[in-house]
């Protein structure tokens, strides 16, 4: 009798032990951020969102929105670049802890991950060349059209009957996208309109290119994703949101940034 109760107890401080050791890695939600006292936060660099200055310094509407909110929540901010194709995995793995990138919120993504409030509207738009804007916005048939891999302008790409005759081609990026047509490469891509801020027209490496104002696709809103797990963590974030929304203090950065109008609530 005294063996049987001697291998319970020796199971169960085994069973203590494993959980102990797991406590970091395997934690969930809030617990696990304050105790790290850092919110990694994953991202791709594009324009007004999260970018590189003159002088290398990660700016952008996205970044000063995060690094305030980090503020309110008392942790700091750790930007990492993800791809944008392998985000979800990325989140899952634990390498980052929130998606923080102009993400559209939808059904699929929803299911998969815990969302904030929307805090921004946006639409896809198709950028071309300003000489071929007439051709361009009449049909693409035939014509090679790109947009970000696992973003909301590749499913536009794929699925709106506007681009059934096109060819498309994923590419690693939204400033990428851009690139190839205004290197000639490909005649039009797919991106979120907030990229058209500032990514296109004058004062910008992409001068010669237009939103095809006539074509939008879909009204769409923005949020940042946590695990699905992490409840606790989207009502603290939320929480600072609207604390910032408040203030006043968003809609500040959104002036900045040129984005105040698409700001939500």
């Known amino acids: 009798m005294k063996k049987r109760y001697l ?20 934690a969930k939600d809030w617990d696990y951020i304050a105790k790290k006292g850092e919110m990694i936060i994953g991202i ?14 990660l700016t952008g509407f996205e970044t000063e929105f995060a690094i305030a909110v980090c503020e309110e929540l008392g942790v ?12 979800e995995t990325e989140l ?25 409030q929307p805090y921004m509207q946006n639409k896809q738009v198709l950028i071309v060349k300003g000489d071929r804007a007439a051709e361009l916005g009449a049909s693409v048939d035939g014509k090679s059209i790109v947009a970000e891999a696992g973003s909301a302008g590749e499913t536009v ?3 709106e009957a506007f681009f059934a005759n096109a060819n498309f081609t994923a590419v690693d990026t939204q400033a990428k996208s851009l690139m190839e047509v205004s290197s000639g490469t490909a005649d039009g891509c797919v991106v979120d309109y907030v990229v058209s801020i ?32 992490d409840v606790e963590f989207t009502k603290k974030l939320n929480d600072a949101i609207n604390k910032l929304r408040a203030s006043g203090k968003l809609k500040e950065i959104g002036e900045k940034y040129k984005l105040d109008a698409l700001l939500v609530g």
Request: charged share 25%.
């Open 76 to 87: 700091k901010p750790k930007f990492q670049e993800i791809s944008w194709a392998a985000k």
């Open 198 to 229: 500032g990514m296109i027209g004058e004062g910008t490496d992409n001068t010669s290119l237009v939103v095809l104002e006539q074509h939008g696709f879909g009204e769409e809103e923005y949020g940042v994703a946590m695990r699905k797990e």
């Open 92 to 116: 899952n793995a634990k390498n980052i802890d929130c998606i923080w990138n102009g993400m559209t919120i939808n059904e699929e993504r929803l299911a998969n991950m815990s969302i904030s």
């Open 157 to 159: 790409a794929v699925e």
């Open 7 to 26: 291998a319970i107890l020796l199971v169960l401080a085994f069973t203590l032990g494993l959980a102990a050791c797991s406590g970091g890695k395997d």
């Open 44 to 57: 791709t660099y594009f324009e007004p969102m999260n970018y590189l200055d003159s002088a290398g310094e």
